[in-house]
């Protein structure tokens, strides 16, 4: 059974920061790319950044290039997503997910991510 255990969120005014982590179990993890996802009231779920097995390679979403970073620890089978200089539009729902693939990843929520979290919720104030 594959599980997916999202953590850290909370609130925080705008400029701080965050970290996620997302413990995931069942598969084998360093086979595979990972992805952080969020979602706001009344909006789609967009892509934020995702990360590939080797953890070599990342992309970000245009909206959180050069505040969030994500990371993984394949030993500790843990992906991270650093969210520094906040801002109250960040505020949503963040979910990580499970790509199909090794060497690659993608922004899309509706592409090849397998398996999803429960989520964990972002609160940014101004």
């Known amino acids: 059974q594959v599980q997916l255990v999202e953590s850290g969120g909370g609130s925080v005014q705008s400029g701080g920061s965050l970290r996620l982590s997302c413990a995931v179990s069942?598969?084998?993890?360093?086979?595979?790319?990972l992805g952080w996802f969020r979602q706001a009231p009344g909006k789609e779920r967009e892509g934020v950044a995702c990360?590939?097995?080797?953890?070599?390679?990342?992309a970000y979403g245009d909206s959180v290039k050069g505040r969030f970073t994500i990371s993984r620890d394949n030993a500790k089978n843990t992906v991270y997503l650093q969210m520094n200089s906040l801002k109250p539009e960040d505020t949503a729902m963040y979910y990580c997910?499970?790509?199909?693939?090794?060497?690659?990843?993608?922004?899309?929520?509706?592409?090849?991510?397998?398996?999803w979290g429960q989520g964990t919720h972002v609160t940014v104030s101004s």
């Open positions: 069942g598969v084998t993890f360093s086979d595979h790319a």
């Open positions: 997910a499970v790509y199909s693939s090794y060497g690659s990843c993608s922004l899309s929520p509706n592409s090849r991510y397998n398996y």
């Open positions: 990360i590939i097995g080797s953890g070599g390679g990342t």
